[in-house]
C-alpha cells in the first residue's frame, strides 16, 4: 500500500503543501517547514505529535489527507474553535475503530529510523522486541505460572517479561537504575550551578549565603517536570497501565487470600480442639454424682473387704512371716519409663504436623524451580509460534539478535537496512518511510537508503538541512 496524495494545510509551520506519493528530499535551512511535513504525516497516522502546538499559529482550523492506491482515505483536522475532525475510509466505508487499525499498517522504526540508529542500546532492543507479534495479557501469565508473578514490569515486551520473572538481580537491577538515575540528575543539577558561576566568583563573600529558597524552587520546578513528563508517558501507555494496575490487584488479592485462607484453617482447627475438650467436660460432669457415689460405695465395699482379708490374713500370716519378698522393682522400672514416655506425645504430634508442613514447603520451593524454568523455556516456544518481523532476527537472555549479532553490533548503515526490511515485512503495511534528518547519515549510507528503497518499491520522504533559505521538495 503506497500512498498517491499527501496534502497539508495550515498544520506545524506549513500554509500549504501537497505531494503525489514520489519519493522525495525536503531541503533548506531549519526553521524553514522540513520537520513539519514530517510531523504532520506522524499526525495524520498516530492522531499525536511531540510538539506544543500543531494547529499553524493564526489559523482555526488545518488538516492532513492521506490517499492510497488500495483506496484508504485518511483526513484529519486540527481545529480552534470546536472538536477534532477524522475520516478515515477503507474503499469507500468508514472504519470502525480507526486508531487500532492505523496502529496495524505501519511501524514506529518507519516513521523515524534516524531517531532510531541514534537510541541506546537498550532503547533500541525494546523498539526491535516490540516488532515481534505475540498475543499476550495477564490472563495468559497466570495460565503459565497460576499467579502473576510480583515485582515484574507488566508494561514491557513479553520476552523481556519473562527473562525479568527469572533473573537472579531484576530487583537489584532496578534499583541500580534508580541510583544511576539519581546520580545522572544531581551531576547534571552541578553542572548546571558550575556554568552559572562567573569567572571572577568570590568565594569567601558567598559562602553564608541561603541556597534554601533556590533549592525549594529548583525541586519545585523538577517536580512541575516530572509531572509534565508522567503525563505524556501516561497517554502513551494508558493500555500498559491499566495491565500494571491490574496485575498490582491481582498480586494483593492472592496475597489476601492465601493470609486469610492461613488464619481459617488455624482458626478452625483452634475451634476443633476446644469443642471436643468442652464435649469432653460436659460427659465428664453428668458423670460426677454418680462417680462419687460408687467411689463411697467402693471404698465402704473395699474397707470391708480388707478387714475381713485383715482378719483372714491374720489367720495365715503365719504362713509368710518368713517368706521372701516379692521383687516389684522392675515393673516400677517400666511403670515410670512409661510415665515418661507418655510426657512426649504432645510433642511427637507436633513433630509429625511440622513434617508435614515442611513437606509443603518443600512443595511450594520445587513449585517456584518449575515457575523459574518454565520462564526460561517460554521464550524458546513464543519464538515458534510468533510473527517476527524481519528474516535472521532471533532471541537470547531477552536481547535480540540479527543474523546471530546484537543490535549494538551492527553499523549504521545495517541498522537503516534493518528499518527498511521492518517497514517491508508487511505487503498490507503502508510502504513509506520517513527520513528526518538525513543529513545526520553519512552521504555513503544516505545514498544506500535512498537506492535501497527505490530498489523495493518502498517510497520515502526525507528532509535535509542545506543553506538555502527556501524550503524546496526535490523528487527522486
Same mark, same amino acid.
Request: hydrophobic share 35%; proline share 3%.
Given at each position: 500500500?503506497?500512498t498517491?496524495k499527501?496534502k497539508?494545510?495550515n498544520?506545524?509551520g506549513?500554509?500549504?503543501?501537497?505531494?503525489?506519493?514520489?519519493?522525495?528530499?525536503?531541503?533548506?535551512k531549519?526553521g524553514?517547514?522540513k520537520?513539519?511535513i514530517?510531523?504532520?504525516?506522524k499526525?495524520?497516522?498516530?492522531?499525536d505529535?511531540e510538539?506544543?502546538?500543531?494547529?499553524?499559529?493564526?489559523?482555526t482550523?488545518?488538516?492532513?489527507?492521506?490517499?492510497t492506491?488500495t483506496?484508504?482515505?485518511?483526513?484529519?483536522?486540527?481545529?480552534?474553535n470546536?472538536?477534532?475532525?477524522?475520516?478515515?475510509?477503507?474503499g469507500?466505508k468508514?472504519?470502525s475503530?480507526?486508531?487500532?487499525?492505523l496502529k496495524t499498517?505501519?511501524t514506529?522504526?518507519?516513521?523515524?529510523?534516524?531517531k532510531f540508529?541514534?537510541?541506546?542500546k537498550k532503547e533500541?532492543?525494546?523498539?526491535i522486541l516490540?516488532?515481534?507479534e505475540f498475543?499476550?495479557?495477564?490472563?495468559?501469565?497466570?495460565?503459565?505460572f497460576?499467579e502473576?508473578?510480583p515485582?515484574?514490569n507488566y508494561?514491557q515486551n513479553i520476552?523481556q517479561?519473562?527473562?525479568d520473572?527469572?533473573?537472579?538481580n531484576?530487583?537489584?537491577?532496578?534499583t541500580?537504575?534508580?541510583?544511576?538515575?539519581?546520580l545522572r540528575?544531581?551531576k547534571?543539577?552541578v553542572?548546571?550551578?558550575?556554568?552559572?558561576?562567573?569567572?571572577?566568583y568570590?568565594?569567601?563573600?558567598w559562602?553564608?549565603y541561603d541556597l534554601?529558597?533556590?533549592?525549594?524552587?529548583?525541586?519545585?520546578?523538577?517536580?512541575i517536570?516530572?509531572?509534565?513528563e508522567?503525563? @505524556?508517558i501516561?497517554k502513551?501507555s /494508558?493500555?500498559? +497501565?491499566?495491565?500494571?494496575? &491490574?496485575a *498490582? $490487584?491481582?498480586?494483593?488479592v #492472592?496475597?489476601?487470600?492465601e493470609?486469610i485462607?492461613n488464619e481459617?484453617?488455624?482458626l478452625s482447627?483452634s475451634?476443633?480442639?476446644?469443642?471436643a475438650e468442652?464435649?469432653?467436660a460436659?460427659?465428664?460432669?453428668?458423670?460426677?454424682?454418680g462417680?462419687?457415689t460408687?467411689?463411697?460405695?467402693l471404698?465402704?465395699s473395699?474397707y470391708r473387704?480388707k478387714?475381713?482379708k485383715?482378719?483372714s490374713?491374720?489367720q495365715?500370716?503365719?504362713?509368710?512371716?518368713?517368706?521372701e519378698?516379692?521383687d516389684?522393682s522392675?515393673?516400677?522400672?517400666e511403670?515410670?519409663t512409661?510415665e515418661?514416655?507418655? @510426657?512426649?506425645?504432645?510433642e511427637? /504430634?507436633?513433630? +509429625?504436623r511440622?513434617?508435614? &508442613?515442611? *513437606? $509443603?514447603?518443600?512443595?511450594e #520451593?520445587?513449585?517456584?524451580?518449575?515457575k523459574i524454568?518454565?520462564?526460561?523455556?517460554?521464550?524458546g516456544k513464543i519464538?515458534?509460534?510468533?510473527?517476527?518481523?524481519v528474516e535472521?532476527?532471533?532471541?537470547?537472555?531477552g536481547?535480540?539478535?540479527?543474523?546471530?549479532?546484537?543490535?549494538?553490533?551492527l553499523?549504521?548503515?545495517?541498522?537503516?537496512?534493518?528499518?527498511?526490511d521492518?517497514?517491508l515485512?508487511?505487503?498490507n503495511?503502508?510502504q513509506i518511510?520517513?527520513?528526518?534528518?538525513?543529513?545526520?547519515?553519512?552521504?555513503?549510507?544516505r545514498?544506500?537508503?535512498?537506492?535501497?528503497? @527505490?530498489?523495493?518499491g518502498?517510497?520515502?520522504?526525507a528532509t535535509?538541512?542545506?543553506?538555502?533559505d527556501?524550503?524546496?521538495v526535490?523528487?527522486?
Open positions: 500500500m503506497k498517491t499527501i497539508i494545510r498544520l506545524f506549513i500554509t500549504e503543501t501537497e505531494l503525489d506519493g514520489k519519493n522525495v528530499e525536503v531541503t533548506g531549519n524553514v517547514g520537520t513539519s514530517i510531523d504532520a504525516i499526525y495524520a497516522l498516530t492522531n505529535s510538539r506544543d502546538y500543531i494547529l499553524k499559529k493564526g489559523e482550523e488545518g488538516e492532513i489527507l492521506i490517499e492506491d483506496g484508504l482515505y485518511i483526513d484529519r483536522k486540527k481545529r480552534a470546536q472538536a477534532d475532525y477524522k475520516s478515515i475510509k477503507d469507500g468508514v472504519v475503530s480507526p486508531e487500532a487499525m499498517i505501519f514506529p522504526l518507519q516513521l523515524d529510523p534516524v540508529i541514534q537510541l541506546s533500541q532492543n525494546r523498539a516490540d516488532l515481534i498475543d499476550w495479557d495477564l490472563n495468559w501469565i497466570k495460565e503459565q497460576g502473576i508473578p515485582d515484574v508494561e520476552l517479561v519473562l527473562n520473572i527469572q533473573a537472579e531484576g530487583h537489584y537491577f532496578q541500580r537504575q534508580d541510583i544511576n538515575r539519581e540528575n544531581k547534571a543539577f553542572e548546571e550551578i558550575a556554568g552559572t558561576i562567573p569567572s571572577n568570590e568565594a569567601e563573600k559562602e553564608n534554601g529558597d533556590t533549592y525549594k524552587r529548583i525541586e519545585k520546578a523538577k517536580e517536570n516530572s509531572r509534565i508522567r503525563a @505524556k501516561f502513551d /494508558y493500555d500498559n +497501565k491499566v495491565r500494571g494496575y &491490574e *498490582e $490487584k491481582e498480586i494483593q #492472592s496475597s489476601e487470600r493470609k485462607a481459617r484453617e488455624e482447627s475451634i476443633e480442639r476446644m469443642k468442652i464435649k469432653a460436659e460427659d465428664k460432669l453428668t458423670t460426677l454424682d462417680k462419687l460408687d467411689k463411697i460405695e471404698a465402704e473395699a473387704e478387714v475381713a485383715l482378719d490374713d491374720m495365715v500370716a503365719d504362713e509368710y512371716i518368713n517368706k519378698k516379692v516389684t522392675a515393673d516400677e522400672e511403670v515410670k512409661a515418661e514416655m507418655k @510426657k512426649h506425645l504432645n511427637f /504430634y507436633r513433630m +509429625k511440622l513434617q508435614e &508442613e515442611c *513437606e $509443603k514447603l518443600a512443595d #520451593s520445587n513449585g517456584y524451580t518449575e524454568e518454565l520462564a526460561r523455556e517460554l521464550p519464538l515458534e509460534t510468533a510473527t517476527i518481523p535472521g532476527l532471533t532471541v537470547e537472555d536481547v535480540p539478535l540479527i543474523n546471530g549479532l546484537p543490535i549494538s553490533n553499523s549504521e548503515g545495517e541498522k537503516l537496512n534493518l528499518c527498511v521492518v517497514a515485512s508487511k505487503p503495511n503502508l518511510i520517513l527520513i528526518d534528518g538525513a543529513e545526520k547519515l553519512s552521504d555513503d549510507n545514498a544506500k537508503l535512498y537506492e535501497k528503497c @527505490k530498489a523495493s518502498l517510497q520515502f520522504i535535509k538541512t542545506t543553506n538555502s527556501d524550503m524546496e526535490n523528487y527522486l
